[in-house]
T-cell receptor, first 111, second 113 residues
Framework: GQQLNQSPQSMFIQEGEDVSMNCTSS?????WLWYKQDPGEGPVLLIA?????ELTSNGRLTAQFGITRKDSFLNISASIPSDVGIYFC???????????FGTGTRLKVLA | EPEVTQTPSHQVTQMGQEVILRCVPI?????FYWYRQILGQKVEFLVS????????KSEIFDDQFSVERPDGSNFTLKIRSTKLEDSAMYFC???????????FGPGTRLTVL
């Protein structure tokens, strides 16, 4: 079935470093959403992308909607300890209300 | 800032019992969703709801599950005859438009014994 694959699965980085992660699929999407989930809590929306090639920032976070519409990227600049968590991409199938979530990237920041 | 709320935060039930999970979506949102997340796994879509009817459902959302908007503010997920494998976090979400940003509630942790 359709799925969103995220890479890397997990990463350890030093505080202050920049982080890059991506989300890929074999299907085309019209919307990409990026969420962060802390343990025991619900996903929190970080960035929404609606147009191929779109680059959108939210503070230290920048996300891009891939030109092929089959992928998206999230970058975090100058990471801080509170960036720890799991980052999920999500997308609705075109023409449906069904959203699928990616496999997640677990980020751990070493102070 | 408006937010999605869910009750209870934790529900413990015996296998075979029925549970109702409750959600209050953001007030001007028109699309409502339920998701499930088994511990350590990804978030899985269950169902979407618009205009008082189900818009889309996943293969997980079988006859054991039902959703309802009993009044103008609540959105509920009923699980009949719970099974051990129903133990998970259940998240409610809402969005203003289809394909728009979804905002999630804090979740209900369901434990089936």
């Amino acid at each position: 079935g359709q799925q969103l694959n995220q890479s890397p699965q997990s990463m350890f980085i030093q505080e202050g470093e920049d982080v890059s992660m991506n989300c890929t699929s074999s299907s085309i999407f019209n919307t990409w959403l990026w969420y962060k989930q802390d343990p025991g809590e619900g996903p929190v929306l970080l960035i929404a992308l609606y147009k191929a090639g779109e680059l959108t920032s939210n503070g230290r976070l920048t996300a891009q909607f891939g030109i092929t519409r089959k992928d998206s990227f999230l970058n975090i600049s100058a990471s801080i300890p509170s960036d720890v968590g799991i980052y999920f991409c999500a997308a609705p199938f075109g023409g449906t209300y069904k959203y699928i979530f990616g496999t997640g990237t677990r980020l751990k920041v070493l102070a | 800032e408006p937010e999605v709320t869910q009750t209870p935060s934790h529900q413990v039930t015996q296998m075979g019992q029925e549970v109702i999970l409750r959600c209050v979506p953001i007030s001007n949102h028109l699309y409502f969703y339920w998701y499930r997340q088994i511990l350590g796994q990804k978030v899985e879509f269950l169902v979407s709801f618009y205009n008082n009817e189900i818009s889309e459902k996943s293969e997980i959302f079988d006859d054991q599950f039902s959703v309802e908007r009993p009044d103008g503010s609540n959105f509920t997920l009923k699980i009949r005859s719970t099974k051990l494998e129903d133990s998970a976090m259940y998240f409610c979400a809402s969005s203003r438009d289809r394909g728009n940003e979804q905002f999630f509630g804090p979740g209900t942790r369901l434990t089936v014994l």
